[in-house]
């Protein structure tokens, strides 16, 4: 006998999306930082910006699926 | 409702009779910290997160003042962290995300990655050990600063009406576009921002004490409790686990004031951009 949330089950299913779109970001902030090492700095920053917008999603649904 | 998050009714009374329960998984009725001060009326609210913030707040304070007390030209070792430290906010942070304008909020910025990275890292310090943005309230006031700072500012620079207009009216768009562009927009800006920079910090800081708890509470009960020796044997794997976590916990709470600060500098910039 399992007990436990069906909502955890969701959220590890939505948790899917926010994770490709998380390495889909560092993909391509590695790609970039190979072809051009001397703009490191600058994507950093941007890559961190975009990791933490993708993020968001997945907290979303983690906070969601507590919360409901 | 978010805010019922933390006001669960407390478990049902076992019956008498029952057998031993298996193992409890740790859930978020764990991050209840009882209250200090018990009954007494005007202290009741302050209990361990509301200590450790006030800690924070004195451990940044102390730090910055200790080490910027008397500069010299080549500086000691806590006057280069601290430099390294401010200056890391202002080139790679502030600099990069608000313009040429920066110098102004740099200060506000280096407080709150040192306020927000201590509080974090709280959560994996000896004999502290809980992250004190693993309660949303906590989080929800820091996310309402920034939201005050980067809508005065805006406000400030561009008017009311102008700065409604570059939040909500980006230029170059068909008409028939609008319609659904303009309230997503608004959405977005005004509400969606705030939201989901709080409930980013205190999300990731209570998933990641959660799992540690899985991990050390599911150890403790294999070898100390489980009548299995198998799960004996397995136990010290599920320690190893926990302090591998442990680690990443470190980075992420880095990651996640590093974070917090960059999404506030780079608000900040949008609130300033200039029209093109």
Do not use: C
């Amino acid at each position: 006998m399992v007990q436990g949330s069906l909502n955890m089950v969701g959220y590890g299913l939505s948790a899917v999306g926010p994770g490709i779109g998380v390495g889909i970001v560092f993909a391509a902030f590695i790609n970039g930082v190979a072809r051009q090492p001397e703009a490191r700095g600058q994507l950093q920053t941007i890559a961190f910006i975009g990791f933490a917008l993708s993020e968001a999603l997945a907290i979303i649904g983690l906070v969601l699926a507590f919360a409901i | 409702m978010i805010s019922s998050l933390w006001t669960q009714a407390p478990a049902p009374p076992v019956p008498p009779g029952t057998p031993a329960e298996g193992f409890k998984a740790p859930g978020v009725e764990d991050f209840n910290i009882p209250p200090i001060f018990e009954g007494v009326p005007v202290l009741e609210w302050f209990d361990k997160p509301s200590i450790q913030l006030i800690l924070a707040a004195l451990i940044v304070y102390g730090f910055f003042a200790v080490a910027t007390k008397a500069p010299s030209i080549i500086p000691g070792r806590m006057q280069f962290l601290a430099e390294k430290f401010q200056g890391l906010v202002r080139d790679q942070i502030a600099r990069d995300n608000i313009g040429p304008d920066f110098r102004k909020y740099v200060p506000y910025l280096v407080a709150l990655f040192a306020f927000i990275l201590v509080n974090n890292v709280f959560g994996i310090f000896p004999f502290i050990q809980f992250p004190t943005f693993s309660h949303p309230g906590m989080a929800y006031a820091l996310a309402a600063v920034t939201w005050v700072i980067y809508n005065y500012v805006g406000i400030r620079k561009q008017g009311f009406g102008g700065y409604i207009k570059l939040q909500t009216w980006p230029p170059g768009v068909p008409g028939w576009v609008r319609v659904i562009l303009t309230p997503i927009e608004f959405l977005s800006n005004f509400i969606l921002r705030p939201v989901t920079l709080s409930l980013r910090l205190f999300g990731n800081m209570l998933a990641g004490h959660l799992l540690l708890l899985v991990f050390i509470f599911g150890g403790e009960y294999m070898l100390t409790v489980a009548d299995s020796l198998v799960l004996n044997v397995l136990s010290p794997f599920a320690f190893a686990f926990a302090i591998v976590m442990t680690f990443f916990e470190a980075f992420i709470q880095v990651v996640q004031a590093y974070i917090f600060t960059i999404l506030t500098a780079s608000y900040i910039g949008a609130s300033l951009a200039d029209e093109h």
